[in-house]
């Protein structure tokens, strides 16, 4: 049961980012703690709480003066499927337009890998306003074989 949820800003004793992508083993790869690690320090960081307990945590990076990406979002194996994710990323986008940001990016595994547990990720970004832009393959950096999905969204007009 949810009891009290809130978001704040990630904090150093947050270490709790890397157990929750540790019990995702579908969705994120062994090299990914560390490379969170290095974001969170980078960029702007945030982690949801329910009771006091770290439920997620979301990384958002500037591209430029009016575009923002969102590097991670992950939520607790156990509470997905709950809206936590949804309050998580709108607290977010909420910051990120307050802060002059007009559209933002975020890359997920294309729909042409086959991949089943990514459906449902797709499904979660497409419900939260995000559209399907384009396909990379191979995004550099990315392993051979994951086709990336570039979805965005517009906080707001830009023309
Ligand atoms: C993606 C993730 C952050 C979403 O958080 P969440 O709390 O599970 O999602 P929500 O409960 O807010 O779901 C919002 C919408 O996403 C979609 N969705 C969520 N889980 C789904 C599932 N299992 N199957 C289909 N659609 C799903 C639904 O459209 C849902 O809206 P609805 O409840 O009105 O139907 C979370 O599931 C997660 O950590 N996934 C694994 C890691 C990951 O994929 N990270 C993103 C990499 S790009």
């Given at each position: 049961?949810?009891?009290?949820?809130?978001?704040?800003?990630?904090?150093?004793?947050?270490?709790?980012?890397?157990?929750?992508?540790?019990?995702?083993p579908?969705?994120?790869?062994?090299?990914?703690?560390?490379?969170?690690?290095?974001?969170?320090?980078?960029?702007?960081?945030?982690?949801?709480?329910?009771?006091?307990?770290?439920?997620?945590?979301?990384?958002?990076?500037?591209?430029?003066?009016?575009?923002?990406?969102?590097?991670w979002?992950?939520?607790?194996?156990?509470?997905?499927?709950?809206?936590?994710?949804?309050?998580?990323?709108?607290?977010?986008?909420?910051?990120?337009?307050?802060?002059?940001?007009?559209v933002?990016?975020?890359?997920?595994?294309?729909?042409?890998?086959?991949?089943?547990?990514?459906?449902?990720?797709?499904?979660?970004?497409?419900?939260?306003?995000?559209?399907?832009?384009?396909?990379?393959?191979?995004?550099?950096?990315?392993?051979?074989?994951?086709?990336?999905?570039?979805?965005?969204?517009?906080?707001?007009?830009?023309?």
């Amino acid at each position: 049961m949810t009891l009290m949820l809130a978001v704040r800003r990630f904090e150093a004793r947050d270490a709790s980012a890397a157990a929750i992508i540790r019990r995702l083993p579908d969705y994120f790869t062994d090299d990914v703690p560390a490379k969170v690690d290095q974001d969170v320090a980078r960029h702007e960081a945030w982690v949801l709480t329910d009771s006091g307990m770290v439920a997620g945590f979301v990384v958002a990076a500037r591209k430029s003066a009016a575009g923002a990406e969102i590097l991670w979002i992950a939520v607790d194996a156990a509470r997905r499927g709950c809206g936590h994710g949804t309050r998580l990323l709108s607290h977010v986008l909420d910051h990120l337009a307050a802060a002059g940001i007009s559209v933002v990016e975020v890359k997920t595994l294309d729909r042409s890998s086959g991949y089943r547990p990514y459906e449902a990720t797709r499904a979660f970004w497409e419900r939260n306003g995000f559209v399907h832009l384009d396909t990379i393959d191979p995004l550099p950096g990315w392993q051979p074989g994951s086709p990336a999905a570039i979805y965005v969204a517009a906080l707001r007009p830009t023309r």
